[in-house]
């Protein structure tokens, strides 16, 4: 089970952190990731991080801007988003995978209930 936290109403420009919580034990090798599906939307890939952290890739639209890491010891994957922008808005779901670092979201078995993120300008 995944559970997001973290989401709110900000102003373009401020920085938000999101994150998500894993239960169970196996937490250290899944690949994570965060998706988000703004309205009338398809669901997006925003950011991936490998098992261990020591890899990760992102959306175009957000490189430079927001940062994925991980705690294994804590089952937490953190979405730590700056500069945001209104077109950032858009609900983000955290995902689980038992592949090699992939962007597609049909590769993710797992998914939260996602958390909303509203960027106001």
């Known amino acids: 089970q995944l559970v997001e936290s973290g989401g709110g109403v900000v102003q373009a420009g401020d920085s938000l952190g999101l994150s998500c919580t894993a239960s169970?034990?196996?937490?250290?090798?899944?690949?994570m990731a965060w998706f988000r599906q703004a309205p009338g939307k398809e669901r997006e890939f925003v950011a991936t991080?490998?098992?261990?952290?020591?890899?990760?890739t992102y959306a175009d639209s957000v490189k430079g801007r927001f940062t994925i890491s991980r705690d294994n010891a804590k089952n937490t994957v953190y979405l730590q988003m700056n500069s945001l922008k209104t077109e950032d808005t858009a609900i983000y779901y955290c995902a689980a995978a038992r592949t090699a670092l992939t962007t597609i979201s049909q590769n993710y078995n797992y998914w939260g209930q996602g958390t909303q993120v509203t960027v106001s300008s």
């Open positions: 169970g034990r196996t937490f250290s090798v899944y690949v």
């Open positions: 991080i490998s098992p261990s952290g020591g890899s990760t």
